[in-house]
C-alpha cells in the first residue's frame, strides 16, 4: 500500500541552522512528491514539488529512489519558517494524493 | 472569487445529528477534493471528483458520509448520523488538471467540526 512517513512530529532548531524534514515513502510506481506548508492561521499551501527542483524560500527536496525519500532541507532556518510541514505522494495516472502526518518545525531565536 | 471557500467555519452538533459541509472551489478548476485531519494526524483523503468522470470514493471510511458535486462547482459533503469520532477538520482543496508534475492543489481554510 502507498505510504508516506513523516517520523518526526516536532523538530526545533535555532536560527542559522540548518534543518531536515523527513520524508520516506512507500509505492512501487514512479512517485510524484510535494511538500505542503502551513503557517500559523493560515491555509494549507504548496511548498515545492519534486518535478521541478525548485528553491523555495530557501527550501530544496531531493527525490532518492534508492532511499524512497524526499527530505525537506534548508542550510539556515528562519524564525519565519515555523510553521507545519506535511509531505504528499501523488500515485501515476491517478489525481489522488497521500499526505504524511506532519512535521511541526519550530525556530528558535 | 480569490480562493477555495468553506462553510461553516465552524459546527457543533450533537451525535447522531446528520451534518453538511460545502466547498466553493476556484472558479475555473475542474479537480475538488475533500480530507479529514483529526486531531495530532495526518490528511486523510476522503473522496475526490474530476470533472464528469465518475467520483473517486475510496477514502469515504462508512456509508454514513456521502459528497455530491453540481458541475465543476459547489461540492457538499454529509455525514449522517454524526458519531464522536467524525470530530475533525475537514478541508476541502481545489486543483486544475493537466499539469506535468501533478497540479497545485488550493486548499480552504477548512471546516471545524465538533460532534458532542
Known amino acids: 500500500a502507498q505510504r508516506v512517513t513523516q517520523p518526526e512530529k516536532l523538530l526545533s532548531v535555532f536560527k542559522g541552522a540548518p534543518v531536515e524534514l523527513k520524508c520516506n515513502y512507500s509505492?512501487?510506481?514512479?512517485?510524484?512528491l510535494f511538500w505542503y506548508v502551513q503557517y500559523s492561521r493560515q491555509r494549507l499551501q504548496l511548498l515545492l514539488r519534486?518535478?521541478s527542483r525548485e528553491s523555495i524560500k530557501g527550501f530544496t527536496a531531493d527525490l532518492n529512489k534508492g532511499e524512497t525519500s524526499f527530505h525537506l532541507k534548508k542550510p539556515f532556518a528562519q524564525e519565519e519558517d515555523s510553521a507545519m510541514y506535511y509531505c504528499?505522494?501523488?500515485?501515476?495516472?491517478?489525481?489522488?494524493?497521500?499526505f504524511g502526518t506532519g512535521t511541526r518545525l519550530k525556530v528558535l531565536a | 472569487g480569490a480562493g477555495v471557500s468553506q462553510s461553516p467555519s465552524n459546527k457543533v452538533t450533537e451525535k447522531g445529528k446528520d451534518v453538511e459541509l460545502r466547498c466553493d472551489p476556484i472558479?475555473?478548476?475542474?479537480?475538488l477534493y475533500w480530507y479529514r485531519q483529526r486531531l495530532g494526524q495526518g490528511l486523510e483523503f476522503l473522496i475526490y471528483?474530476?470533472?464528469?468522470?465518475?467520483?473517486?470514493k475510496s477514502g469515504l471510511p462508512s456509508d454514513r458520509f456521502s459528497a455530491e458535486r453540481t458541475g465543476e462547482s459547489v461540492s457538499t459533503l454529509t455525514i449522517q448520523r454524526t458519531q464522536q469520532e467524525d470530530s475533525a477538520v475537514y478541508l476541502c482543496?481545489?486543483?486544475?488538471?493537466?499539469?506535468?508534475?501533478?497540479?497545485?492543489?488550493?486548499f480552504g481554510p477548512g471546516t471545524r467540526l465538533t460532534v458532542l
Open positions: 482543496a481545489s486543483s486544475s488538471v493537466g499539469l506535468a508534475g501533478g497540479p497545485e492543489q488550493f
Open positions: 519534486h518535478i
Open positions: 504528499a505522494l501523488r500515485t501515476s495516472g491517478t489525481y489522488k494524493y497521500i
Open positions: 509505492y512501487s510506481g514512479s512517485p510524484e
Open positions: 471528483f474530476q470533472g464528469n468522470s465518475a467520483p473517486d
Open positions: 472558479s475555473g478548476h475542474t479537480a
